[in-house]
C-alpha cells in the first residue's frame, strides 16, 4: 500500500525565515511521481511540482526549492525567505499506478504560517 | 484557459436528505477524480473516471455515494440519506492525457455540511 507521512503537524516561523517541510513515503512502485500542493486559506490546491521517480534532481524554482532522495524515500520541501503570503497547508502526495489512473495518495498536510 | 470548476461551493443539508454536487472539468481533460478532505485532515480518493472506461469506485465509503460521469465532461457526485460524517469538502479534480499528464488540478471544492 502507498503511504505518504508529513510528521510535522504544524510549522511557525517569522517572515524572511527559510522554513523546510519534510514528506516522506512508502510505496512497491518502481515508478511513481511525487507532487507538492498548497493549500491556501481559500482552499483551492494549487500545484507546485511533479517529480518522477527516475529523476532525483533537486530542483528550484525562486524561492521554492525541493529535495528528492529516493534513498530514504523522502521529499522535502523548502521555502526561502519565507513569506505572509506563503501561509497556507501543504500537501505531499504520491501518484499510483495502476487500475486507479495515478490516483493520488495525500500525506495528512504541513499548516504553515509565516508571521509578519 | 479555464480551470475546473464545482458547484455549489457550499451546501448545508439536514441528516437524511439526497444531495448533488458538480463538477467541471477543465476542456479536454479524460480523466476526473473525486476527492474528500474532512476537516484538519489530508484528501482521500473517492472515484475516477477515464474517457468511456468503467470507473474506479473503489474509494466510495458506503453505497449511500454514488457519481456519474457524461462522457469526457461534467460529473455529478451523489450523497444519499446524508449523515453527519459525510460533512467533509468534496474536491474534484482533471487531468490530461497529453502533455503533463501526472498532474492533476483541483477544483476549489463544495463545503458540505449536514446538520
Do not use: M
Not at chain 1, 65 to 89: L, M
Amino acid at each position: 500500500a502507498q503511504k505518504v507521512t508529513q510528521a510535522q503537524t504544524e510549522i511557525s516561523v517569522v517572515e524572511k525565515e527559510d522554513v523546510t517541510l519534510d514528506c516522506v513515503y512508502e510505496t512497491r512502485d518502481t515508478t511513481y511521481y511525487l507532487f507538492w500542493y498548497k493549500q491556501p486559506p481559500s482552499g483551492e490546491l494549487v500545484f507546485l511540482i511533479r517529480r518522477n521517480s527516475f529523476d532525483e534532481q533537486n530542483e528550484i524554482s525562486g524561492r521554492y526549492s525541493w529535495n528528492f532522495q529516493k534513498s530514504t524515500s523522502s521529499f522535502n520541501f523548502t521555502i526561502t525567505a519565507s513569506q505572509v503570503v506563503d501561509s497556507a497547508v501543504y500537501f505531499c502526495a504520491l501518484s499510483e499506478s495502476g487500475r486507479s489512473g495515478s490516483r493520488l495518495t495525500f500525506g495528512e498536510g504541513t499548516q504553515l504560517t509565516v508571521n509578519p | 484557459g479555464a480551470g475546473v470548476s464545482q458547484s455549489p461551493s457550499n451546501k448545508v443539508t439536514e441528516k437524511g436528505k439526497d444531495v448533488e454536487l458538480r463538477c467541471d472539468p477543465i476542456s479536454g481533460h479524460t480523466a476526473l477524480y473525486w476527492y474528500r478532505q474532512r476537516l484538519g485532515q489530508g484528501l482521500e480518493f473517492l472515484i475516477y473516471f477515464q474517457g468511456n472506461s468503467a470507473p474506479d469506485k473503489s474509494g466510495l465509503p458506503s453505497d449511500r455515494f454514488s457519481a456519474e460521469r457524461t462522457g469526457e465532461s461534467v460529473s455529478t457526485l451523489t450523497i444519499q440519506r446524508t449523515q453527519q460524517e459525510d460533512s467533509a469538502v468534496y474536491l474534484c479534480a482533471s487531468r490530461s492525457t497529453s502533455g503533463s499528464r501526472e498532474t492533476q488540478y483541483f477544483g476549489p471544492g463544495t463545503r458540505l455540511l449536514v446538520l
